[in-house]
């Protein structure tokens, strides 16, 4: 593995040793270990072409701790402002002798279009893509149903919400099918959840009571009001209605379901605050994992494992 851009066709054995990987390093975090010298002499370049609170901070956390030296670039005072393209910016910065870039940008494909230009010796990780995909974050969530359900083949799972502009939704599907969950639903109304979507190899599901019955992983993500267009957009009132996750709605779940979202979360549009932080949501642990995770995907693809 050179590069990190998409779940998609990575093969259950490397999805699992990236996994493995990750618990190595959660294990050594909880030993309060600061640093791993994997990394040590290596220079990673965080490029956030769109915003990111959680993935951001948790990839220079993540960088920190196996001793790389970590660069933000902040792209708002950057020369991308005056019209620099993206591949100059990276020819630069490639000059100041980047050895690891982590790409979030709102173009699907731009992280691809770095790794075919830059020098054989030079990482790509995806951080988030457009709609298209955002790998380390379907890691994480892998990574954390692992945790608490141990076992991906016996388990429903129900991602619900607005699945059609959602890279975190895309990434998800494709490793859980890999690993082997038998039953994935996707939930939420016609408009963000189209029928094409079973050529994904998922169930269809226009309503609550048909989506989450049984599941034993809730997946909640946010309507992504800044890729919509035109009448897509339900009103957050009517949304939180259908499909708001409240806890009459989330006792249609098994009585042991973790409730999990990649955030940011919309209190009262996707989710209802005493679900968020009830018992049976894991959202922070989610974030928490994700330095681990991070650290395992920087520490496989530079060929430094633990
Ligand atoms: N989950 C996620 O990508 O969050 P951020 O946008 O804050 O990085």
């Known amino acids: 593995l050179i590069h990190l851009l998409t779940t998609e066709g ?19 975090n909880d030993r309060e270990v600061k640093k791993i010298p994997l990394l040590r002499g290596k220079s990673v370049f965080n490029l956030f072409f769109e915003n990111s609170t959680r ?9 920190k701790r196996l001793s790389a030296d970590v660069i933000n670039l902040d792209i708002a005072k950057s020369s991308a402002s ?10 630069n910065l490639s000059a ?11 173009e699907s494909g731009a992280p691809y279009l770095i790794a075919q230009h830059c020098a054989p010796h030079v990482h790509v990780v995806n951080a988030g893509d457009g709609r298209h995909a955002h790998p380390t974050q379907a890691l994480l969530d892998m990574y954390t149903i692992r945790h608490y359900k141990k076992d991906f ?3 429903t799972v129900a991602i619900v919400g607005d699945i059609v502009h959602s890279r975190v939704a895309r990434s998800n599907i494709h490793a859980l099918t890999t690993l082997g969950v038998p039953e994935v639903r996707v939930v939420g109304p016609r408009t963000l959840v189209p029928g094409d ?28 009001n800044e890729r919509m267009s035109g009448g897509m957009l339900p009103s957050s009132g009517e949304f939180f209605k259908e499909f708001g996750l409240t806890p009459e709605k989330l006792a249609l779940a098994k009585p042991d379901a973790i409730v999990m979202h990649p955030g940011p979360i919309n209190r009262g549009v996707e989710i209802d605050s ?22 395992a995907v920087m520490s496989i693809i530079a060929g430094n494992e633990a």
């Not at 993935?55 to 960088?63: L, N």
């Not at 005056?82 to 020819?91: R, V």
């Not at 009830?278 to 989610?286: E, M, T």
């Open 96 to 106: 100041m002798h980047a050895d690891m870039f982590v790409v979030r940008h709102s």
């Open 274 to 295: 005493s679900v968020a932080d009830g018992a049976q949501s894991v959202i922070l642990p989610q974030v928490t994992f994700g330095i681990a995770v991070r650290m």
């Open 10 to 28: 990575l093969p259950r054995d490397v999805l699992h040793q990236i996994l493995d990987t990750a618990g190595q390093f959660v294990s050594v």
């Open 55 to 63: 993935t951001r901070t948790t990839f220079e956390i993540a960088a």
């Open 197 to 224: 979507l079973r050529e994904m190899g998922v169930r269809v599901c226009h309503s609550m009571e048909e989506g989450i019955r049984d599941a034993d992983v809730v997946i909640m993500l946010r309507l992504q």
């Open 153 to 155: 083949t016996n388990l």
């Open 82 to 91: 005056k019209g620099e393209s993206l591949l100059d910016t990276i020819a």
